[in-house]
């Protein structure tokens, strides 16, 4: 069989397998497809952003110090986040000119490349969070009891810190692929049990623990490795 049969008999066998066709974006019209992938992609922006405002609405009944320690501890956050978003985006373009050129194999291969360096990554800078996450709150210069407060976020943020990147390296795979709606949709869930476990989790209602600006961090953390 030559090569051309070979890739139709293995669009044929997956079409039968999952039961649905992949779009595929290397055909039809541009704008179209530009679309198809631009909109779940800004809604998954927007979701991404919802944790941290998610989490600052509930921290804001325990008083300004935990609302100035959640925003402290987001800016450290977003440094490392900046470090991820580069490494999701390369992935993304990889994974896409690997499907564009019909290499399966290869796209495999990166993507599991990919989570390897993530997972990687993730344990180095939960260590060094762990170890200097108070210390780099304390450039920012904030009172003690913020201090304090922010560095117990900022400790249970980096534990869980693969949780971040493995959302993002997934989804980015994922779009590279062509598939922009499954990430929006992984997103949207984990925004939804985000939303749902901080009121449990910060004010320990029922047989919850009462554990305030750490809850926030946790509700976050067990959001995003549901989501991965």
């Known amino acids: 069989m030559n090569a051309t049969g070979g890739r139709a008999s293995e669009l044929v066998v ?7 066709r992949r779009r595929n974006l290397t055909e039809g019209g541009i704008f179209r497809n530009i679309w198809a992938l631009a909109i779940p992609m800004m809604l998954s922006n927007l979701l991404e952003t919802t ?3 998610v989490n600052t609405i509930f921290v804001g009944r ?11 501890g987001g800016t450290i956050l977003f440094a490392v986040m900046s470090l991820l978003i580069g490494l999701a985006m390369s992935t993304t373009a990889m994974v896409a000119r690997a499907i564009g050129a019909r ?3 290869r796209a495999n291969s990166i993507a599991m490349q990919t989570l390897l360096l993530g997972g990687v990554l993730s344990a180095a800078l939960a260590l060094i969070g762990v170890v200097f996450g108070r210390s780099f709150l304390g450039i920012l210069s904030p009172e003690p009891d913020v201090l304090d407060l ?6 249970v943020q980096f534990i869980g810190i ?4 493995y959302l993002f390296l997934v989804n980015a795979i994922l779009r590279g692929a062509g598939d922009a709606v499954t990430p929006m949709k992984i997103l949207g869930l984990s925004t939804l049990l985000n939303m749902a ?5 910060i004010f320990g209602p029922w047989i919850f623990p009462r554990l305030g600006v750490v809850g926030a961090a946790l509700s976050t953390v067990i959001a995003r490795f549901i989501g991965v």
Do not use: C, I, S, W
């Open 62 to 72: 325990l008083g300004p110090e935990a609302v100035a320690a959640v925003a402290m």
């Open 162 to 165: 693969a949780g971040m990147f």
């Open 51 to 53: 944790f941290d405002v």
């Open 150 to 155: 922010g560095a117990g976020y900022l400790r």
């Open 197 to 201: 476990l901080d009121p449990l989790l």
């Open 103 to 105: 290499d399966q194999e």
């Open 14 to 20: 997956e079409k039968e397998a999952t039961g649905k």
